[in-house]
């Protein structure tokens, strides 16, 4: 019996993005197209920004109520100044750390461990498109809860809101670092159970190390901070504060949080591909 | 289901999908504290198979047979260690990201989907299979309304009994024309009429476009009734493979005879003590595997004379294909033939 079928298409037609008659060279059938990057990463982003209104609303009050309570609790020990905005700004990127960070890991952990994931390994989508769909969802969906964090905390211990716009380039950048590093971990890590420990392990991290004033801290733990990428998103957000904020500085610790996301998002891709043909 | 068979027979020649030599071994796990290790499992144990195009194929074993690791090589979603697979032509073990591209896969689990609604889930796998919006919604709509749930539409998958989900899930797999469907399990859970709906969806995707069919089950019942052919596997290897009347042949012209006592069986009735030694007991059931003239003698001396008072039912049927797969070691205690 022959392997070739019958509707094979005499091809010499070379393989190409998306070509509806891509074929194997030597007979073979013709290959259904492939999904293009930009509309699968936008259908899984539809698809997750779906499934996370029904099932994470409740998750993200708890992450806003969390910072809001930190801050209120922080304002007994802390009066103005410097110290202030180190609290409003870690508060606020907690919330995209909760989230971001997080509920990703241990999403993708979960995915993995029950074997979803063969559900998008068996479709023609680029890997990229369901990590930066994912990640861009879940980062997106934190806005709400860091625009209201930020504004309390602005409030609370009477900050100026006038530069809080810049949370429109912090909330991405520091997303993207901190889903991508969720997604990594989520992915790599061997059991469910550990990508869950990683997830909350990594959302403490940004919890002690970004609302804790930075001059106390012992050289050691001031080394992990700077190590963490959620402490860039932090650094700027806190600098906004000033009157006349230094935008170089800013731009520095924002272009960070940026190159840490490029950076963290492809090894979660390398690590996607990895996790869906074992 | 034998007339569509006759036309598979008449559309086969060429090849859809061509196993060679294929071998896969787990590697041992090793023990934790307290629990032993594993040893190493070859879970595909030099497969060939070949599957004609326009058939509904089917994987029949019992569980842990190596079905789910098999269909896991032929969708590209597992390397194996020898052999080759090649689909409609296209090398898998070379090439696995093209079978993502020839094939609509339905696995054992929804986990994906389980937060999406059913519409939802249909259309973005629609768009992930490299639909543009438009056709996917189109193809949406015209699944949905085939199999006959476009009233739950609007509900998240989670929220659905486990048919329900189970047939959402198998309308996001036809989203997409694929030539080529793999079908883990497919009607887990689902109430007859679901049931139809998939045999219908299935049936008529064949009919159009000669769609194949890749099924793993092992509900025997539904395989008699809807296969054209069968594989079965027993830890890695298959250990038949032909249509299921071609199988019922092989445990030749045996009838089961199932005999049902009101309380406790008359064993001084001679017949009967006789019949107990070559009987399957379960409860107050009885099997019994005989060659016709002995199920007539059996049948004649249990429903005449003393035994009957003490019988409450009996049946007597031809072998199906439960009974062949029982016979070929499916049932490993019972296994009369060894392969």
Redesign the interface.
């Known amino acids: ?8 298409a005499p091809g010499k037609v070379r393989p190409r993005r ?1 070509d509806r008659q ?1 074929t ?1 060279g ?4 013709p ?6 990057l930009l ?2 990463l936008s ?2 982003y ?2 997750q920004l ?2 996370a209104r ?2 994470r609303i409740p998750l993200l009050f708890v992450a806003t109520f969390q910072s809001v309570g930190i801050m209120i609790l922080m304002r007994g020990v802390v009066d103005g100044g410097d110290e202030a905005r180190a609290v409003v700004a870690g508060s606020s990127v907690l919330v995209v750390a909760f989230v971001a960070l997080n509920l990703l890991a241990q999403y993708f952990g ?2 993995r461990a ?12 680029p890997p990229a ?1 369901v990590v930066l769909g994912a990640a861009g969802a879940y980062a997106s969906f934190t806005a709400p809860g860091t625009v209201v964090t930020a504004v309390a905390g602005s409030l609370l211990f009477k900050l100026p809101l006038v530069h809080l716009w810049v949370l429109a380039a912090v909330v991405p950048l520091s997303g993207a670092a901190l889903a991508g590093l969720g997604a990594a971990l989520g992915l790599l890590a061997p059991r469910q159970e550990l990508a869950t420990l990683c997830g909350q392990l990594g959302m403490s991290a940004a919890l002690l190390l970004g609302v804790l004033p930075a001059a106390r801290m012992p050289e050691p733990i001031a080394w992990a901070r700077d190590l963490l990428p959620s402490t860039y998103g932090v650094e700027a957000l806190a600098r906004s504060f000033d009157a006349h904020p230094d935008w170089l500085l800013v731009a520095a610790d924002l272009g960070v949080c940026a190159a840490v996301g490029v950076v963290s998002l492809a090894v979660a891709t390398w690590a996607y591909r990895r996790a ?3 | 289901m034998r007339t569509v068979g006759k036309q598979a027979e008449r559309a086969a ?4 999908c ?1 196993v060679r030599g294929l071998v896969k071994t787990y590697p041992p796990a090793r023990g934790r504290r307290g629990a032993p290790g594993a040893d190493a499992v070859r879970a595909s144990d030099g497969i060939d198979l ?1 599957v004609r ?1 326009g058939e509904i194929f089917g994987l029949l074993g019992p569980n842990g047979a190596g079905k789910t690791t098999l269909v ?1 090589q032929l ?5 194996p260690d020898e052999g080759s697979v ?1 689909l ?4 898998i073990v070379r090439h ?8 609509g ?1 339905l ?7 389980d ?3 059913v519409a ?2 249909a ?3 629609g ?4 639909l ?2 438009r056709t996917a919604r189109a193809e949406r709509d015209a699944v949905l309304d085939e199999l006959g749930l476009t009233a739950i539409a609007g509900r ?1 998958l989670k929220k659905l009994s486990g048919g329900q989900r189970r047939l959402a899930c198998f309308a996001a797999a036809l989203v ?4 080529l469907l793999v079908l883990d399990e497919p009607t887990t859970g689902m109430d007859p009429v679901a049931r139809r709906a998939v045999w219908a969806a299935v049936d008529r995707r064949r009919a159009e476009h000669g769609t194949t069919v890749l099924l793993v089950t092992h509900n025997v019942i539904e395989a008699e009734t809807v296969l054209d052919r069968v594989a079965v596997l027993e830890r890695g290897r298959i250990i038949a493979c032909d249509t299921p009347a071609g199988l019922k042949e092989l445990v030749g012209d045996e009838v089961r005879v199932d005999l049902v006592w009101r309380d406790e069986p008359p064993l001084d009735v001679p017949e009967v003590a006789a019949l107990r030694d070559v009987a399957h007991e379960t409860g107050r059931r009885w099997s019994l595997r005989l060659a016709p003239a002995e199920a007539r003698a059996a049948v004649a001396a249990v429903t005449g004379g003393p035994a009957f008072a003490a019988l409450d039912d009996f049946t007597l049927a031809t072998p199906s294909l439960e009974d062949v797969y029982l016979a070929l070691g499916g049932g490993r205690a019972q296994g009369l033939v060894k392969a």
């Not at chain 1, 019996?1 to 094979?8: F, H, I, P």
């Not at chain 1, 290959?31 to 293009?36: D, F, G, N, T, V």
């Not at chain 2, 969708?75 to 390397?79: C, E, F, N, S």
């Not at chain 2, 409609?88 to 090398?91: A, E, K, Q, V």
């Open positions: 019996m022959s392997a070739v079928s019958a509707e094979a998306g891509a194997d030597d007979g073979a059938a290959l259904a197209p492939r999904a293009r509309p699968a259908a899984v539809r698809a779906s499934r029904v099932a979960q995915l029950s074997g979803g994931l063969d559900h998008y390994a068996t479709l023609p989508v498109a869906a043909v074992r | 020649g060429a090849t859809v061509a070949d195009r896991r969708t590209g979603l597992l390397r090649a409609l032509g296209h090398d696995p990201e093209r079978a993502a591209r020839l094939i896969y696995g054992q689990e929804s986990s994906a989907l937060e999406l609604t939802l889930a259309e973005t796998t768009r992930l299979r490299g543009d919006l998240p997409g024309e694929r030539p």
